[in-house]
């Protein structure tokens, strides 16, 4: 069972930028695509961004393009993701996950890092 770590998070003005990291235990994180999640309270858990294995393709949701750039350092099997021009909408919980080899769906969460963005 695969276990993923978040750290990055916490309080930061309006305007200003985080980078939260997600480090992966085991030797097959190159083989998943990652995603970065949040949840503000209240709010369902939207899907942030995701990247491919390789790193060669990444998505997001609309309203964060722009703003939120994730990445991955396969050697040292984490993802990232900066975020920007933070809002004070932008605080939530953010999980990263993996996503499931042969399904649409992910599989494994991490603990969440809470971020909050003061106004």
């Known amino acids: 069972q695969v276990q993923l770590v978040e750290s990055g998070g916490g309080l930061v003005q309006a305007g200003g930028s985080l980078r939260l990291s997600c480090t992966a235990s085991g030797r097959t994180f190159s083989t998943y695509i990652m995603g970065w999640f949040r949840q503000a309270p209240g709010a369902e858990r939207e899907l942030v961004a995701a990247i491919s294995e390789s790193g060669s393709w990444t998505s997001y949701a609309d309203p964060l393009k722009g703003r939120f750039t994730i990445s991955r350092d396969n050697a040292k099997n984490t993802v990232y993701l900066q975020m920007s021009s933070l809002k004070p909408e932008d605080t939530a919980v953010y999980y990263c996950?993996?996503?499931?080899?042969?399904?649409?769906?992910?599989?494994?969460w991490g603990q969440g890092t809470q971020v909050t963005v003061s106004s």
């Open positions: 996950a993996r996503r499931n080899l042969y399904r649409d769906y992910y599989d494994s």
